[in-house]
C-alpha cells in the first residue's frame, strides 16, 4: 500500500546518496559497488515499490517514480564507478550543478512529492 510515510523514507534515504558519491569521488573508495547501486530494486525503496499490490501499480504516479527511480540508480552507479575508478572531475561533473544526478534527483523528488500529495 501506498503510504505517504513510504514516501518520505524514500525521499530521506536518497538524499544520503549525494554525500556517499562525494565521499568516493573525495577518496576513491565506497563501500557499495557501483552494479549494486545501478539496481533500483535493491534499495529499501525499491523492494517496496516492486512489491507493491496490482492496484497501486497500475497508477501514473507509480510508473513515472519507477522510471525515475531507476534512472536515479543508474545515475548513481555510473558517478560511483568513474569515482572508483579515478575518474574523478568525470564524476563531479556529474554530481555537480547542472549534472545528471541533479537532473534526477529533481525529478525523483518532484515526483514523489507529487505522488504523496496525492494520498
Known amino acids: 500500500m501506498v503510504t505517504k510515510e513510504a514516501i518520505e523514507a524514500a525521499l ?10 562525494q565521499d568516493a569521488i573525495t577518496t576513491g573508495q565506497s563501500e557499495f559497488k557501483p552494479d549494486a547501486v545501478k539496481k533500483d530494486n535493491a534499495c529499501q525503496f525499491g523492494q517496496w515499490l ?3 499490490p496490482q492496484q497501486d501499480t ?19 552507479g555510473e558517478i560511483l564507478m568513474l ?3 579515478g575518474k574523478k572531475e568525470n ?11 541533479g537532473t534526477a534527483t529533481g525529478k525523483l523528488v518532484l515526483a514523489l ?4 500529495g496525492k494520498i
Do not use: P
Open 113 to 116: 512529492q507529487s505522488w504523496k
Open 50 to 52: 516492486y512489491g507493491l
Open 12 to 21: 530521506a534515504a536518497h538524499a544520503q546518496w549525494k554525500k556517499r558519491l
Open 58 to 76: 497500475a497508477s501514473e504516479d507509480f510508473k513515472k517514480v519507477k522510471m525515475l527511480h531507476a534512472e536515479f540508480h543508474k545515475i548513481a
Open 83 to 85: 569515482a572508483l575508478s
Open 91 to 101: 564524476a563531479m561533473k556529474m554530481l555537480g550543478f547542472g549534472g545528471s544526478y
